[in-house]
């Protein structure tokens, strides 16, 4: 169904961290930008589609005008809104958040160290954009930072504070940016795998809280109302959002799950994990009946290597891309 | 990231060194009396309760260079010397048996399992000497109480940490090589069979479920790999059987610390917070009192690994960098404090230097160093 493309070339390895790499599709531009971690540095490379051109960048996490004091990145993402795309780096310091092409830095918000306990480790991860204005990003302490972003410019405002998690946040999504209506737009994951699921606005409303089975939920995702939750037991649940209900259960990895991805089009769900294999399923939702079909398509297995991130290219899912713990390259397939 | 590190780290990597210089000190015949003292004064000082208790301080993972260095005090807490090139490659090999075990680890709780696999073999190389038993015993304890309640997200932080450290380390080590755990290229060997770990399910199967709750649909799919069920889990109390086999002594099966290295590996770039670290270091050192220091007139040298490349290199009289003679006599009062402050002097020197370029540093914290090496 797929097979490898050439690889692209990265300048360091990427770090064992969940959801590490991020990919941004530029269309009018014929290039994709992708990002991934490497401990205290972000690789970012912009590739043309025509696989003759690649420019590469290093992006530190550190606070603005301080020399030393660069920290580990937990997560890197893009995220796209109707007015502007950003990339947002969250690291054991703080937040930044960049110009799409990792030019500018836009914004830093220093994370707050001094209401933690010592005993625990503080830092950001789980990034999302949602509707129209917002991007989301987690926090340690299981708080959800929502930050207001103008159409431009460099006025972007911490919102509000979501205070429903008790444990560290691992990842956040959404669906129905901008145009769609949704009932509910925003899906957050932590380390004891509880799911929180949300409406946006000028006050966030808590739609539905999906309690885990103290087992961490690594990556999730949201769509057409469903949310797909992968596990460090290497399973993968399907739950309708608004409700709870469990709709499906995929023994899907040997291995903790390190990253979901979902091309929205096509209902493509590619999830990897530290098993050394990518799997690729078909997300079949039929409202009328309210019934989730999952059917197995596809494997690739990266020899010996902990997947780390896995992302699709294009919203049919026709490419995805894939990263690994201590490989210096982002590997690439295609469909056939 | 994880502030929970350290203690696991120096057990790990303290037990791996001693599994080392165990093997060594039985290939070289030398005498168990000696033999026995050099486990015991260094057990004694890595399980020592001082000791411990700052490592269980939540603190950020120390730089490679750090680490390296406490190691080596570590090392020469006994009246056995190593020159600086073995202690690089006890370093080496050490991280690198670490980092396979973090690698392969099948669940993040299991490193655990691996630290107490770690503390059962330390335990039976100083069984003789109970006092030494008795603060493995403690210590186990104190790990057991702060780390059993621990949630699996908390390892994995814990894991990410320690991978990120090993992040890019490839050095080949035969052993590992022989036994096919690490490829030609360094990289360690992940097959897809075996039993899945404790706790988690063989893949295969997806279940569709109705909105009651109640399965409607069950479908295979082919998982691409020949897995089978868990195994049972291992023991998480003080003495128990481990199950895995991650930690256990690989050099006793009669694999020879025969090292072939292929340095492709930084130690990254200065950490701004040296500053804190050797403080940190300075009350570890510190900790070790001039009384635990053997008395003994007369020390012992240890061929640490011999290698065909030096064995040449004696011949041509070459020498890997070491100022002095591969392996020299050396006089343990004399050399032990000159050679500890030497050390410390240089990497505080080297510290120092650095710090001015980014902040202005008080200017005698190099001082302060010397000045509580020269107590000991």
């Known amino acids: 169904m797929y097979h490898k493309e050439k690889s692209i070339q990265i300048k360091n390895s990427a770090s064992a961290l969940y959801n590490n790499l991020s990919v941004l599709r530029i269309a009018p531009r014929r290039l994709t930008y992708f990002t991934v971690v490497h401990a205290n540095v972000v690789n970012m490379v912009s590739a043309s589609w025509d696989g003759l051109n690649y420019s590469h960048r290093q992006l530190q996490s550190k606070e603005p005008n301080v020399a030393t004091s660069t920290s580990l990145i937990m997560q890197v993402a893009f995220c796209v809104l109707p007015s502007r795309d950003l990339l947002v780096v969250t690291s054991q310091k703080g937040i930044q958040i960049y110009e799409s092409d990792g030019s500018i830095m836009v914004y830093w918000h220093a994370l707050d160290t001094s209401d933690a306990p010592t005993a625990q480790a503080v830092f950001a991860r789980g990034i999302s954009a949602v509707w129209d204005n917002y991007i989301c990003v987690g926090v340690s302490s299981g708080a959800i930072l929502v930050f207001d972003v103008p159409s431009k410019g460099s006025n972007i405002t911490l919102s509000e504070v979501l205070e429903e998690h008790k444990e560290p946040i691992t990842d956040i999504a959404s669906e129905c940016s901008g145009s769609q209506e949704c009932i509910a737009d925003l899906v957050s994951a932590d380390d004891g795998g509880n799911l929180c699921v949300w409406k946006s606005g000028k006050e966030f409303q808590l739609l539905n809280k999906i309690p885990g089975f103290d087992m961490s939920c690594s990556s999730v995702k949201l769509w057409k109302g469903i949310v797909v939750a992968g596990y460090g037991t290497g399973q993968i649940h399907l739950f309708e959002a608004v409700t709870g209900i469990l709709h499906a259960e995929v023994n899907a990895h040997a291995r903790w799950i390190y990253s979901l991805d979902i091309a929205p089009f096509s209902g493509l769900l590619l999830s990897a994990a530290e098993d050394s294999l990518v799997r690729v399923w078909h997300l079949t939702v039929t409202p009328e009946t309210n019934s989730v079909e999952v059917a197995h398509l596809h494997n690739e297995c990266v020899t010996d290597t902990q997947i780390c991130g896995a992302k699709f290219c294009d919203g049919d899912g026709y490419a995805f891309a894939v990263t690994g713990y201590d490989l210096s390259e982002i590997i690439r397939y295609t469909q056939l | ?376």
């Open chain 2, 1 to 376: 990231m994880s502030v929970k590190t350290l203690p696991l780290v120096f057990i790990n990597l303290g037990g791996e060194m001693l599994y080392i210089l165990d093997q060594r000190l039985r290939a070289t015949s030398t005498s168990e009396d000696n033999s026995e003292k050099v486990m015991n004064d260094i057990v004694g000082t890595l399980f020592s309760k001082t000791f411990m208790d700052e490592l269980l301080k939540p603190q950020q993972l120390y730089s490679h260079r750090t680490l390296k260095t406490v190691l080596t005090r570590l090392a020469h807490a006994s009246i056995m010397r190593l020159n600086p090139a073995s202690m690089d490659r006890l370093y080496e090999l050490t991280i690198m048996a670490f980092k396979y075990q973090v690698f392969r680890c099948p669940r993040p709780k299991d490193l655990l399992l691996i630290s107490y696999s770690h503390i059962d073999t330390i335990r039976e190389l100083v069984k003789d000497t109970s006092v030494v038993v008795n603060q493995v015993d403690e210590t186990h304890r104190k790990i057991i109480e702060v780390y059993s309640s621990l949630s699996e997200g908390e390892f994995q932080l814990l894991r990410q940490t320690l991978l990120i450290f090993f992040q890019d380390m490839h050095v080949r080590v035969s052993l590992f090589l022989k036994n096919q755990i690490q490829n030609p290229d360094g990289r360690f060997a992940l097959p897809t069979s075996g039993p899945v770990p404790h706790g988690i399910v063989v893949p295969g199967l997806i279940r569709v479920f109705d909105s009651k709750g109640r399965e409607v649909r069950r479908s295979e799919f082919p998982a691409g790999g020949s897995y089978s069920s868990p195994v049972r889990e291992g023991s998480f109390e003080l003495h128990g059987d481990r199950v895995i086999s991650l930690g256990m002594n690989m050099y006793v099966l009669g694999g020879t610390v025969h090292s072939m290295f292929s340095l492709q590996q930084t130690y990254g770039t200065p950490n701004p917070l040296a500053k804190e670290e050797l403080n940190l270091l300075a009350c570890l050192i510190g900790s070790l009192k001039a009384e635990n220091m053997p008395r003994a007139e007369y020390g012992f040298r240890i061929n640490l690994f011999t290698t065909d490349q030096e064995e040449e290199e004696e011949a041509d009289g070459t020498s890997d960098g070491a100022e002095e003679s591969m392996f020299g006599v050396i006089n343990i009062q004399a050399m032990q404090d000159e050679q500890s402050a030497a050390e410390l002097a240089r990497i505080t020197g080297q510290f120092a230097e650095e710090e001015e370029q980014h902040e202005n540093p008080s200017g005698n914290k190099g001082d302060d160093l010397l000045a509580m090496m020269d107590d000991l």
